[in-house]
């Protein structure tokens, strides 16, 4: 667990890439420096994307408990809940928009949910 960064989870990202390129949604810088460091950013919207992972940001759908070590992950999880919602709340008094995708809502199964919510978000 240890060797899991923060950043450059290649999987969602990728995937995001992916859906952008297929529905043809432009516009989007990676690596843009702002605070929160997003996953991806629409300049020109002012829109910060960020893709948050099933387990790391405590998904309702998803996440499990892990069995050892309960004290430490639950405080994991809730400290990660708490620096996305602070990190909302900068952005946003920056005259920013803030979409958060969880990690399920990539698959192809959600995928046209989730352009739905993008193209509105751009809008």
Known sequence: MSRIRGSGNKGTE????????????????????????????????RLAVFVDGCYWHGCPKHYTRPKFNRAFWDAKISRNRRRDREVNRLLKAKGWRVLRIWEHALTRKNEKRTVARIRCALS
């Not at 990728?14 to 629409?42: C, E, N, Q």
């Open 14 to 45: 990728l995937r995001l890439i992916s859906i952008f390129r297929a529905y043809r949604i432009t516009g989007w810088r990676r690596d843009y420096k702002l605070s929160g460091k997003p996953d991806f950013v629409f300049p020109k919207h």
